[in-house]
C-alpha cells in the first residue's frame, strides 16, 4: 500500500510500513513523539516513550511520549487557565464557528486520518472513512447546538425578584478513551464539551494514540486556544497514575470515561472524593432477537452490520442471539451465507472486511470462549479458528449455545455469532434481560404489535428494531445498568457537560 508522504503532514512521530517503504514522518518534521500540552507539542517529564504496534504487521510504527502523573498536572493547570478563557471570554457563536472549522477540515483530511487509524487500529479502511464522517458528524451538531444552549426565567414565589437558571459549562474535563473507535469516542465527547465552553485533558488508549494526536493537530489548525484541548499518550502502567490524578484532582470537574465496565467502576470510586461529574459509556452485552415474524434478509443484514464491523470489537455489537425455533435453521443458512462474503485480511486493501482484532490477548479470549462452548456441546458451523498468522479471528458460527458456556453471558469483543433458540416471546424478552448490561439491543419482527409490546419491555439505552446500525450524532448513545450513565450525542450530550446556576435577582 503505497504511503502518502504528507500522511497528516505528519509532524509528530516516525511511522515504518511494512508494506511498500519506510516513511520517516520525522524526516519531514523532526520534533518526534510528544504530547500536547497547552498547545505544544512536549516530550513526556521523564522523556519516555512506548511503541505503538499494527495489529495487523504486528510491527511498531511509532514511538510515542510516555506521560505520567506530573504531565497530567501541568495539562490540568494548563487547562483549567484556558478553561475560564473559552468559557468567558468567547460566544457561543465564537465556539460554533471553531468547531464547524474543526469539522471542514477533518472531513477535507479524512482519508489521511482514515489510514492512519486503519495502521494503529487495524479497521478496514472503508470503516475507518466511516468512523471519521461519525466523528465530524459530531463536530458539525454541536457547532449547531453551542448557539442553542438556553437557560430559563422562573416564576418567583414573591414580588420584588427574579429568578434565572442558567447553564454553564462543567469546566476542565479529563477524558478517557478505548481503542476501537480512536478518533469517534474522543469527538462524540469533545464536540459537545467544546461547546459548552468546556476544556478537555485526553488520556487515549494506549494501543491508539496516533488517531487522539492527529485529533490535536487538527484541533490546533481549527483555531481551538491552547490549552482547551490537551493529549496526554501513556502506557498501561501509567494510564492507572494519569487516571488517579485526574480522578483525584480537585482540579478537574468531570471524567468522561468510555471502555470496560470494570475500569468505568474503578473510574467511579477514585472520583468519590471529590465528589465530581463521572459520565460512564460502559460495556454492552446486546441482545440480538429473531422473532418468526422477521424479516429474515433484513435480520440477516442487520446481523452483519452490527456484529461484523470493527471485527466485532464494538460496545453495540450483537452478543447475544436469540432465535425463535421455528425459524432457527432458516436464519442460520442465510446467515452463513452472508457471513462467507466476508473477507479477512490488511485493513488497507480494500477488498477486506474483516481486520485484526486489537492483539493477542483479544485473540486468546475470543478463541477461549468459542472452544469453551464447542467443548460443553456447541456446534461450529463457520470459522473457529485464527487466520493464518495473523491476529485475524475468521468469522465463526456456532449454534446449540447454552446458558452455561460462558459465551453465552460475556461480552465477546470478536466476530462469533453465538446462536441460542427460544420458545415464545417471553422467553425471548426473559432471556434478552438476564444480563448486567444495558447499552444496545436490536430485534426483528413485522409483527407491528409485538414490535411495540416487547420494544417497551427491552431493557437497554438504545434499541434497534429491524436495524442493526443505529448510531447517529442526533440520538442519544448511552446505557442501562451496569453499561454506564449519561448520554451522548444529541442534546443530551450537552447536558453531560453544563450544570445549572440558579439566580435570584431582588429588584425592589
Ligand atoms: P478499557 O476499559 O480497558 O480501556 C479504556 C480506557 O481506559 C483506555 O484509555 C485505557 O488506557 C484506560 N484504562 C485501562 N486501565 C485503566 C485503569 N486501571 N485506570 C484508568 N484507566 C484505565 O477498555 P478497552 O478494552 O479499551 O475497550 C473495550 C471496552 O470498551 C468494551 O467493554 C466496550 O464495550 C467498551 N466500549 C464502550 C463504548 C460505549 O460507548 N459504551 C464504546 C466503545 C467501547
Same mark, same amino acid.
Given at each position: 500500500?503505497?504511503?502518502?508522504?504528507?500522511?497528516?503532514?505528519?509532524?509528530?512521530?516516525?511511522?515504518?510500513?511494512?508494506?511498500?517503504?519506510?516513511?520517516?514522518?520525522?524526516? /519531514?518534521?523532526?520534533?518526534? #513523539?510528544?504530547?500536547?500540552?497547552?498547545?505544544k507539542w512536549l516530550?513526556?517529564?521523564? &522523556? %519516555?516513550?512506548?511503541?505503538?504496534?499494527?495489529?495487523?504487521?504486528?510491527?511498531?510504527?511509532?514511538?510515542?511520549?510516555?506521560?505520567?502523573?506530573?504531565?497530567?498536572?501541568?495539562?490540568?493547570?494548563?487547562?483549567?487557565?484556558?478553561?475560564? &478563557?473559552?468559557?468567558?471570554?468567547?460566544?457561543?457563536?465564537?465556539?460554533?464557528?471553531?468547531?464547524?472549522?474543526? /469539522?471542514?477540515?477533518?472531513?477535507?483530511?479524512?482519508?489521511?486520518?482514515?489510514?492512519?487509524?486503519?495502521?494503529?487500529?487495524?479497521?478496514?479502511?472503508?470503516?475507518?472513512?466511516?468512523?471519521?464522517? /461519525?466523528?465530524?458528524?459530531?463536530?458539525? /451538531?454541536?457547532?449547531?447546538? #453551542?448557539?442553542?444552549?438556553?437557560?430559563?426565567?422562573?416564576?418567583?414565589?414573591?414580588?420584588?425578584?427574579?429568578?434565572?437558571?442558567?447553564?454553564?459549562?462543567?469546566?476542565?474535563?479529563?477524558?478517557?478513551?478505548?481503542?476501537?473507535?480512536?478518533?469517534?469516542?474522543?469527538?462524540?465527547?469533545?464536540?459537545?464539551?467544546?461547546?459548552?465552553?468546556?476544556?478537555?485533558?485526553?488520556?487515549?488508549?494506549?494501543?491508539?494514540?496516533?488517531?487522539?494526536? #492527529?485529533?490535536?493537530?487538527?484541533?490546533?489548525?481549527?483555531?481551538?486556544?491552547?490549552?482547551?484541548?490537551?493529549?496526554?499518550p501513556a502506557d498501561r502502567l501509567r494510564t492507572a497514575e494519569i487516571s488517579r490524578y485526574l480522578c483525584e484532582s480537585p482540579e478537574v470537574d468531570c471524567i468522561s470515561f468510555t471502555g470496560s465496565t470494570a475500569v468505568g467502576k474503578l473510574l467511579l470510586v477514585q472520583s468519590a472524593s471529590t465528589v465530581k461529574r463521572v459520565c460512564l459509556e460502559l460495556g454492552g452485552n446486546a441482545p440480538f432477537i429473531v422473532f418468526e415474524s422477521a424479516d429474515l434478509d433484513v435480520a440477516v443484514a442487520g446481523a452483519i452490520a452490527s456484529k461484523f464491523r470493527c471485527s466485532g470489537q464494538t460496545c453495540v455489537s450483537a452478543n447475544r442471539f436469540f432465535v425463535q425455533e421455528s425459524i432457527h435453521d432458516q436464519f442460520?443458512?442465510?446467515? #452463513?451465507?452472508?457471513?462467507?462474503?466476508?473477507?479477512?485480511?490488511?485493513?488497507?486493501?480494500? &477488498?477486506?472486511?474483516?481486520?485484526?482484532?486489537?492483539?493477542?490477548?483479544?485473540?486468546?479470549?475470543?478463541?477461549?470462549?468459542?472452544?469453551?462452548?464447542l467443548a460443553k456441546g456447541a456446534t461450529l458451523i463457520a470459522g473457529g479458528k485464527v487466520f493464518g498468522d495473523k491476529h485475524i479471528y475468521e468469522p465463526t458460527l456456532l449454534t446449540g449455545v447454552t446458558?452455561?458456556?460462558?459465551?453465552?453471558?460475556?461480552?465477546?469483543?470478536?466476530?462469533?455469532?453465538?446462536? %441460542?433458540?427460544?420458545?415464545d416471546e417471553e422467553d425471548a424478552v426473559t432471556r434478552a434481560n438476564h444480563s448486567r448490561h444495558g447499552l444496545a439491543g436490536y430485534f426483528f419482527s413485522t409483527n407491528l404489535s409485538q414490535v411495540f409490546r416487547v420494544g417497551r419491555r427491552i431493557q437497554t439505552g438504545m434499541l434497534g428494531i429491524n436495524e442493526g446500525a443505529i448510531s447517529c450524532a442526533e440520538a442519544a448513545f448511552g446505557g442501562v445498568k451496569e453499561s454506564g450513565m449519561g448520554r451522548e450525542g444529541a442534546e443530551q450530550g450537552i447536558d453531560e457537560f453544563t450544570q445549572w446556576k440558579y439566580t435570584c435577582l431582588r429588584t425592589q
Open positions: 500500500v503505497a504511503m502518502k508522504p504528507n500522511l497528516l503532514q505528519a509532524k509528530l512521530w516516525s511511522i515504518t510500513a511494512s508494506s511498500c517503504r519506510e516513511f520517516h514522518v520525522k524526516d /519531514y518534521l523532526p520534533q518526534g #513523539a510528544r504530547a500536547f500540552i497547552n498547545g516530550k513526556s517529564i521523564s &522523556k %519516555q516513550t512506548f511503541g505503538v504496534t499494527n495489529p495487523y504487521t504486528n510491527e511498531v510504527i511509532a514511538d510515542v511520549a510516555n506521560c505520567d502523573g506530573t504531565d497530567a498536572q501541568i495539562a490540568v493547570q494548563a487547562a483549567r487557565e484556558a478553561f475560564y &478563557k473559552w468559557s468567558l471570554e468567547t460566544t457561543a457563536k465564537e465556539r460554533s464557528n471553531v468547531l464547524r472549522r474543526w /469539522y471542514d477540515i477533518i472531513v477535507q483530511r479524512e482519508s489521511q486520518l482514515a489510514e492512519l487509524l486503519t495502521l494503529e487500529q487495524g479497521k478496514p479502511l472503508a470503516e475507518a472513512k466511516g468512523e471519521i464522517q /461519525y466523528a465530524a458528524s459530531f463536530l458539525d /451538531y454541536y457547532s449547531g447546538e #453551542a448557539r442553542r444552549i438556553h437557560g430559563q426565567v422562573v416564576q418567583p414565589p414573591v414580588l420584588g425578584r427574579q429568578h434565572f437558571h442558567t447553564r454553564e459549562p462543567i469546566g476542565v474535563v479529563a477524558v478517557i478513551t478505548p481503542w476501537n473507535f480512536p478518533t469517534a469516542m474522543i469527538a462524540r465527547k469533545a464536540g459537545a464539551a467544546l461547546a459548552a465552553g468546556c476544556s478537555l485533558v485526553i488520556k487515549p488508549a494506549e494501543d491508539t494514540p496516533l488517531s487522539a494526536l #492527529a485529533l490535536a493537530e487538527t484541533s490546533q489548525e481549527a483555531g481551538i486556544p491552547n490549552g482547551v484541548f490537551n493529549v496526554l442460520v443458512e442465510k446467515l #452463513a451465507a452472508a457471513m462467507s462474503k466476508l473477507v479477512c485480511g490488511n485493513g488497507l486493501e480494500p &477488498k477486506t472486511t474483516q481486520g485484526p482484532l486489537i492483539n493477542e490477548k483479544a485473540i486468546k479470549k475470543v478463541h477461549h470462549l468459542v472452544d469453551e462452548a446458558t452455561d458456556m460462558q459465551i453465552a453471558h460475556e461480552e465477546i469483543f470478536g466476530p462469533v455469532v453465538a446462536v %441460542q433458540k427460544f420458545t
